[in-house]
């Protein structure tokens, strides 16, 4: 078994800790990081923590190294993650352009054929339509 990692927090770190842990627009991953910060502060050790959380005992570490190093913005992940988008903003600015200016009504299908011949931007109809839903745009011409 390595060295016990303890961390000793400030009130107000603990304040901040516990404000995060209970915000609503934060990642749930942060904030069990937070919990970690906590209960280690008092005194819980990592074995524990991990059972409790029912993580691995070299996450639960991990997280104590990045506080260490980064402080409170170690406990967010890192930017890149994931899939990255294959439209962007003015590929969606220019369908409601053509929705415009053409009195046609369309239809997902015909808005994602649209974006490939036009724009090079290939989306399925499903996924352009929980793109624009999600984003909620006003595109009175689409037919659903």
Same mark, same amino acid.
């Given at each position: ?10 009130? =107000? ?33 990592? =074995? ?19 506080? =260490? ?48 011949? =036009? ?26």
């Amino acid at each position: 078994m390595g060295c016990r990692l303890k961390v000793f927090l400030t009130e =107000e770190e603990k304040q901040t800790l516990e404000e995060l842990r209970k915000a609503k627009d934060v990642p749930q991953r942060t904030k069990d990081r937070a919990q970690v910060l906590l209960l280690n502060a008092r005194g819980l050790k990592n =074995e524990q923590i991990a059972k409790g959380l029912n993580w691995a005992i070299s996450t639960v570490r991990q997280t104590l190294h990045r506080w =260490e190093k980064f402080g409170l913005v170690g406990l967010w992940d890192a930017a890149g993650r994931g899939g990255k988008p294959r439209y962007s903003e003015l590929d969606l600015i220019y369908l409601e352009k053509c929705l415009i200016q053409q009195p046609k009504a369309y239809n997902y299908k015909e808005l994602a054929n649209k974006l490939a011949s =036009e724009r090079k931007v290939n989306l399925s109809a499903d996924r352009l339509r929980r793109v624009l839903k999600k984003r909620q745009s006003k595109f009175g011409n689409v037919a659903v």
